[in-house]
């Protein structure tokens, strides 16, 4: 990328706040609205991207040191970008998600597995490769020192087969089910967004353009730099995918609550279940000792009925006779 491609632009609050609220009318009168994103949703919780100023691949072209992420991938935490995707998900706003990242981030944002595609896998992920047993993991997945090597060391609990991770390199095919389900939304697709992408890897940058192409639907694109499929977009919004979306969610009247408040939220419902299920098991074992206790009550008013005790006779009183004086 030459120097004008690598320029970031950052527009001010009040023409973002415009351009906003035409995305908010945009997505309203829209009936399948598909989010397509990229590394520019994940920079706020600590991973470089690939090809700002100071991405990935840029050092690297640069000769200059790759950026490493700020915490190891199995502390990051889903930015306010992805809970708000999740919402928007979650409430029928957007009917699918699909992503190029590889962090997972998506999936802990709680974003349904039926409703992502993760086009070059998922750093968390490993699967087998005889039934297909998928196994998502609270660490990354990738073992293999050389780049085309996907073992894991680790085999299946379901049939034993060999566990592979689930990155897809350059030059490698992806995942058959998560292309083909993306190429079937983009083409029910009538609102096409996309968050934090440059649009240059095919074929995830060719995707968001379906519905245009096809003449029923829009493309808008969210991103800091401009990107080789501009010219086909109805709205571009040059700002962080974070900023955008605060702006967007007001817009919308949709609340997001942040990562560490749905965890929280998550593990009290938990604990409410927990003493619910101990307070039933009290009740239960009541209930039980209240039963016998009535039987054994029952049973002995019976057996006295069938067995009735003989009276006792009635004893005479004796009254002693006065003295003779």
């Not at 998922?122 to 196994?135: A, L, P």
């Not at 353009?209 to 990107?227: A, D, E, F, S, Y």
């Not at 942040?258 to 299920?277: G, H, P, T, W, Y």
Request: with cysteine; proline share 4%.
């Amino acid at each position: 990328m030459n120097k004008e491609e690598l320029k970031e632009y950052f527009e001010e609050n009040e023409e973002l706040q415009e351009k906003v609220s035409k995305l908010a009318d945009m997505i309203r009168n829209a009936n399948h609205v598909v989010i397509y994103t990229g590394a520019g949703i994940s920079t706020s919780a600590g991973i470089p991207d690939f090809r700002g100023p100071n991405g990935v691949w840029t050092c690297r072209d640069q000769g200059r040191k790759k950026p490493r992420s700020k915490k190891p991938w199995n502390l990051l935490e889903p930015t306010y970008g992805h809970m708000s995707i999740a919402k928007l998900i979650d409430v029928g706003v957007a009917k699918y998600l699909v992503s190029q990242n590889v962090d997972g981030l998506h999936v802990h944002s709680g974003v349904p597995l039926d409703k992502l595609s993760e086009l070059h896998g998922n750093t968390n992920k490993e699967y087998c490769i005889d039934c297909q047993k998928e196994y998502f993991r609270p660490f990354s997945c990738r073992n293999a020192r050389r780049v085309n090597d996907h073992r894991t060391g680790r085999m299946c609990e379901e049939c034993g087969g060999e566990l592979h991770d689930s990155i897809i390199n350059f030059n490698e095919n992806l995942n058959k089910d998560h292309l083909n389900r993306a190429f079937e939304h983009s083409v029910k697709c009538d609102l096409a967004i996309v968050l934090g992408t440059s649009l240059r890897v095919d074929p995830a940058a060719s995707l968001p353009l379906v519905p245009v192409k096809l003449r029923r639907g829009k493309l808008v694109i969210c991103n800091l730099q401009k990107t080789p499929k501009d010219h086909y977009a109805s709205l571009i919004l040059h700002g962080k995918t974070d900023q955008i979306l605060k702006m967007l969610m007001k817009e919308l009247g949709i609340e997001v609550k942040s990562f560490k408040e749905v965890i929280m939220e998550k593990a009290q419902l938990i604990e409410n279940k927990k003493k619910e299920k101990k307070k039933n098991q009290k009740n239960k074992v009541q209930k039980q000792v209240n039963e016998k206790e009535k039987n054994e009550k029952k049973s002995s008013n019976t057996k006295s009925k069938s067995n009735p005790k003989m009276k006792p006779k009635s004893s005479k009183t004796l009254t002693k006779k006065p003295k003779k004086k």
